[in-house]
């Protein structure tokens, strides 16, 4: 499911292309409950009901009369300074969501990487585990609210790492975030509290992990380059 089209239109996030804004919120490629007992299913009418729309409607409210209205979602967010805060926040948010939705798997439809992906995996990292290690220090390790990412080097395509964000922001805002965590995101893990408070209260660790086991890793491939 793409993030920057209306819903039941056909996208697939990363495969075909940044998607324009004048966004609308995507339906769910997976019932509300799919992710049990991971995330449950009143966390998942709440974020994605409320949360993900109102970035989605503060995002389009930003982007009327700007002099990037219209521009695919992913070169609002290379274009725009720190002080372009409703386009930041709601853009950011927008992305985010999308993004860490369509790499999620329903129980019992977990993958394991596969080609070039376990490939950079293995050389950027020394194995699956070790990646998965990385990537709960980084959430875990995150002050506040914020996101842990597994981002691609897009001047060196078989280099990945592992950083984290503060708030909304991501590793395409090349006006906002340092140079060394700069690159393509492949997956997201939010952080912020209504993420997982629900069913983890203070568990954040806990929360991590068991996303960590619902990783659709062929759709993390396609967002690759």
């Known amino acids: 499911t793409g993030f920057g089209v209306a819903p039941g239109a056909s996208a697939s996030i990363g495969s075909a292309g940044p998607q324009p804004t004048g966004c609308a919120l995507p339906e769910m ?3 509300y409950d799919a992710l049990e007992p991971a995330i449950d299913r009143k966390t998942m009418e709440i974020h994605h009901g409320k949360h993900h729309a109102g970035y989605v409607r503060k995002l389009n409210a930003a982007l009327e009369g700007h002099a990037l209205e219209g521009s695919p ?3 609002v967010l290379s274009s725009i300074g720190p002080d372009d ?7 950011g948010g927008h992305f985010n969501h999308g993004l860490s939705w369509a790499i999620l798997s329903p129980k019992g439809q977990s993958s394991v990487p596969e080609g070039d992906l376990a490939d950079r995996i293995d050389a950027s ?3 699956l585990d070790a990646l998965k290690s990385a990537l709960s220090a980084a959430a875990g390790s995150r002050f506040g ?3 842990a990412w597994l981002v691609q080097d897009v001047q060196q395509p078989d280099r990945l790492f592992v950083c984290s964000t503060a708030n909304q922001d991501n590793p395409l805002m090349t006006g906002i975030v340092d140079a060394d965590i700069q690159g393509r995101p492949l997956l997201g893990i939010d952080v912020w509290e209504h993420a997982y408070y629900l069913n983890y209260q203070n568990r954040r660790a806990d929360y991590v992990n ?16």
């Open 125 to 127: 990292f020394g194995s």
């Open 29 to 31: 490629c997976y019932a």
């Open 73 to 75: 979602l992913e070169s």
């Open 145 to 147: 609210s914020g996101w």
């Open 85 to 91: 805060t409703g386009l930041r926040n709601n853009g």
């Open 210 to 225: 068991a996303l960590l086991d619902r990783i659709n890793w062929s759709a993390v491939a396609e967002v690759a380059a």
